[in-house]
């Protein structure tokens, strides 16, 4: 069982940065992959990025590419969105998620919502312009 908690929401300018944080409880944390997702009301939750549980692989959506990076810190029971360049349409409430486990690869890094077991319950970001 892994508990998730997001920190670091809030309101940004376009072009500026924001950092969210998604602390886990528990000693698993480095079995799992962990991804980002987000939502906006109305809309289904998108998947953002994801990290393999060694870090050694990440998967980006078109969307932020090159402008949002993940990481994460096993020792730390951490994983990280640092998100520059926001634009208006990063308007949403940011979930973490982790998937996987012990049986599947260090380079899993799923990309849908459905191969995610655990979530957080999420933070607003909002970009104006």
């Known amino acids: 069982q892994v508990q998730l908690v997001e920190s670091g929401g809030g309101s940004a300018q376009a072009g500026e940065s924001l950092r969210l944080s998604c602390a886990a409880s528990?000693?698993?944390?480095?079995?799992?992959?962990m991804g980002w997702f987000r939502q906006i009301p109305g809309k289904e939750r998108e998947f953002v990025c994801g990290?393999?549980?060694?870090?050694?692989?990440?998967e980006y959506s078109d969307s932020v590419k090159g402008r949002f990076i993940i990481s994460r810190d096993n020792a730390k029971n951490m994983a990280h969105l640092q998100m520059n360049s926001l634009k208006p349409e990063d308007t949403a409430v940011y979930y973490c998620?982790?998937?996987?486990?012990?049986?599947?690869?260090?380079?899993?890094?799923?990309?849908?919502?459905?191969?995610?077991?655990?979530w957080g319950q999420g933070t607003q970001v909002t970009v104006s312009s």
């Open positions: 998620a982790a998937g996987g486990g012990p049986s599947f690869s260090d380079l899993y890094t799923p990309a849908t919502a459905l191969q995610y077991n655990y």
């Open positions: 528990g000693r698993t944390f480095s079995r799992y992959a």
């Open positions: 990290i393999s549980r060694s870090g050694a692989s990440t």
